[in-house]
């Protein structure tokens, strides 16, 4: 079955430090893969997606993400976190057909300590 | 370009009462989906919609319904509110023309609130 697991229900890392949030899916076929933030009481911005190709992909806010074929993983990183991120992030896998719909995981709440 | 739009932004109702929700997705964008979410079940897929006809449906009653219009905006109907329909309510669009290149765009959400 489809789906997508965000082992970290929250994570706390301190401002100006590294984060990476994890994301593991099971899936038919290499899916397309997408990370989005939430913050308080707001939708979902979509932070980066990877369909194909560089397997490091660069997004909006100083995010990237590696897709690792071999581990079924798309991490999400940023080498230095200000209090803006606190946020929740949710990662996805996208339909291969358009009968299938995205798949979101349950989410990691990021705190930041000042 | 205006993002999606969603209204109300806040609703209070009582158990057994009705309620309809509207989107307006992105200028161009034929696909609207919607989901709920809450804070035990996260994010949960409730129905897309394409060229005003149902293409998905998740895993909820038949007391939620949608329909779609020929100017792609969506409403969303909740029958006989229950209090576990307490939740955000996302809309999202997209170009509707398939696969996982369809990348979606969120509105803000209508926060219901069953009382």
């Known amino acids: 079955a489809q789906s997508v697991t965000q082992p970290d229900i929250h994570i706390t890392v301190s401002e100006g430090a590294s984060l990476e949030l994890r994301c593991n899916y099971s899936?038919?076929?290499?899916?397309?893969l997408f990370w989005y933030v939430q913050s308080p009481g707001q939708g979902l911005q979509l932070l980066l997606k990877y369909f194909s190709g560089d397997t490091l992909v660069q997004g909006i806010k100083g995010f990237e993400a590696e897709f690792k074929r071999s581990q079924s993983s798309f991490n999400l990183r940023k080498p230095s976190v200000h209090w803006s991120d606190a946020a929740e992030y949710f990662c996805a896998v996208g339909p291969l057909n358009r009968d299938d719909k995205i798949i979101f995981g349950k989410g990691t709440r990021l705190h930041i300590l000042p | 370009k205006a993002g999606v739009t969603q209204t109300p932004r806040y609703l209070i109702k009582t158990r057994g009462q009705q309620v309809t929700l509207s989107c307006s997705p992105i200028s161009g964008h034929r696909s609207v989906s919607w989901y709920q979410q809450t804070p035990g079940q996260g994010l949960q897929f409730l129905f897309e919609?394409?060229?005003?006809?149902?293409?998905n449906k998740g895993n909820f009653p038949g007391r939620f319904s949608g329909r779609q219009f020929s100017n792609s905006r969506s409403e969303m109907n909740v029958s006989t509110l229950e209090l576990g329909d307490s939740a955000l309510y996302l809309c999202?669009?997209?170009?509707?023309?398939?696969?996982?290149?369809?990348?979606?765009?969120f509105g803000p959400g209508t926060r219901l609130t069953v009382l």
């Open positions: 899936y038919g076929a290499t899916p397309y």
């Open positions: 999202a669009s997209s170009l509707g023309e398939g696969a996982g290149t369809d990348t979606q765009y």
């Open positions: 919609y394409f060229s005003e006809t149902q293409r």
